[in-house]
């Protein structure tokens, strides 16, 4: 079935610093790939996007490109802020799998001045 | 943009009990509506998928007579936990989609459920 692998976490960075969180994917055909964040004590909400393969979702400095060639659609944020600090979950739907949003095991990311 | 509503946001009950947590669409209408339960430092796991006007879907696994869904109109599904046990303490959390199946999700603030 489909699924999602995320690097593991907690990632500890230092403000200013680079962010990458790796996602892979295992999915039939063309899946539609998200990014959702969660502050803590909260519900998820959609970071960006990408619905079709070289897509680049971005959204508050965040990047992700959609790339079939290696199943990824990995994060990346050129300079990070302390109020980045969350859990970011890579997810998908495929196009099999309807309804069902498919979550990744999530990345803690921490953000230190 | 689209809006997910949930109530209440924390509750605490004696074991017995039964707790109903509310999600509601403000802006848009949800034909599906999906519970997530959400344990410690973990993903969210699928417990239910809620259609308007019919029986909920259940993951496999999930007791449908413990967690009762009832989705009576389009902006509204409700969760209840019967009978609840310290076991059934966790972060609960509902979304909705306001578009066409592969759109993204709309997400409720969750609620964090105590049961003593």
């Known amino acids: 079935g489909d699924s999602v692998t995320q690097m593991e976490g907690p990632v500890t960075l230092s403000e200013e610093a680079c962010l990458t969180i790796?996602?892979?994917?295992?999915?039939?055909?063309?899946?539609?790939l998200f990014w959702y964040v969660q502050y803590p004590g909260e519900g998820l909400q959609l970071l960006l996007k990408?619905?079709?393969?070289?897509d680049k979702g971005s959204n508050k400095g965040f990047e992700a490109t959609y790339r079939k060639e290696t199943t990824s659609f990995h994060l990346e944020k050129g300079s990070v802020q302390v109020s980045d600090s969350a859990v970011y979950f890579c997810?998908?739907?495929?196009?099999?799998?309807?309804?069902?949003?498919?979550f990744g095991p999530g990345t803690s990311l921490s953000v230190i001045p | 943009g689209a809006v997910v509503s949930q109530h209440p946001s924390w509750v605490i009950c004696k074991s017995g009990t039964s707790v109903k947590i509310e999600c509601r669409s403000l802006?848009?209408?949800?034909?599906?509506m999906f519970w997530y339960r959400q344990f410690p430092k973990q993903s969210l796991m699928l417990m239910a998928t809620?259609?308007?006007?019919?029986?909920?879907?259940?993951e496999q696994g999930v007791e449908k007579d413990k967690f009762l869904i009832n989705h009576a109109s389009l902006t509204l599904s409700t969760l209840t936990v019967t009978s609840a046990h310290p076991e059934d303490s966790s972060f609960y959390i509902c979304?909705?989609?306001?578009?066409?199946?592969?759109?993204?999700?709309?997400f409720g603030n969750g609620t964090r459920l105590t049961v003593t």
């Open positions: 990408a619905t079709k393969a070289d």
């Open positions: 809620s259609n308007e006007g019919s029986k909920a879907t259940y």
């Open positions: 790796n996602c892979t994917y295992t999915a039939t055909g063309y899946p539609s």
């Open positions: 997810a998908l739907i495929g196009e099999t799998s309807y309804d069902k949003v498919i």
């Open positions: 979304s909705a989609r306001s578009g066409s199946y592969n759109s993204p999700l709309h």
């Open positions: 802006d848009f209408q949800a034909t599906t």
